[in-house]
């Protein structure tokens, strides 16, 4: 069975994280580009019927495209990631897919309050050292700005991921 994930992509992102995340983060190598994280895991691939894909479309299509910029960067224990703000609607989001989809929480449940954040390295031995380079780029490049129209469906067969599907946002 196939890993999914309702993520938010976010190219614009690419040029100021985009070496990082491809030097610091699995997914990154994996074709996942910059994003945040909705709900992962999501439903199995193989279990996602006509009905379940409607419901995703439903859901989404009532809310608003979410803007934001990411403009800091935050810490968790093992993950240097920027920060979305505002964060309220793309929290909104995370919400309405939660209620929809009672069984798979946002953030995959890991974790009591789902933070949204862009991943930009995982797993560091040198922590202090890729904030201080992310800083300055983002210092030097000025916040990220971020429209989100639509939001993904994407798939994995553990060596790639691809996305399945677009669902955009009430405009």
């Not at 989404?60 to 979305?84: G, H, N, Q, Y």
């Amino acid at each position: 069975m196939a890993r999914t994930l309702l993520a938010l992509l976010v190219p614009e992102a690419e040029p100021i994280v985009g070496s990082f995340r491809d030097q610091y983060d699995p997914s990154a190598r994996r074709g996942l580009g910059a994003h945040i994280t909705l709900i992962y895991p999501f439903i199995d691939s193989e279990l996602l019927t006509q009905g379940v894909l409607q419901r995703v479309r439903d859901t989404v299509a009532d809310l608003p495209a979410p803007m934001f910029r990411l403009a800091s960067v935050d810490t968790f224990p093992s993950v240097v990631w920027l920060a979305p703000e505002p964060a309220k609607p793309i929290v909104q989001i995370a919400n309405a897919l939660e209620r929809a989809f009672p069984d798979h929480p946002k953030g995959g449940g890991a974790f009591p309050d789902y933070v949204p954040h862009l991943s930009v390295a995982r797993q560091l031995k040198d922590k202090a050292a890729v904030i201080n380079e992310l800083q300055a780029r983002l210092a030097a490049h000025g916040p990220i700005y971020g429209w989100c129209e639509s939001m993904a469906l994407l798939v994995s067969d553990n060596r790639r991921w691809r996305q399945m599907a677009e669902y955009p946002f009430l405009h």
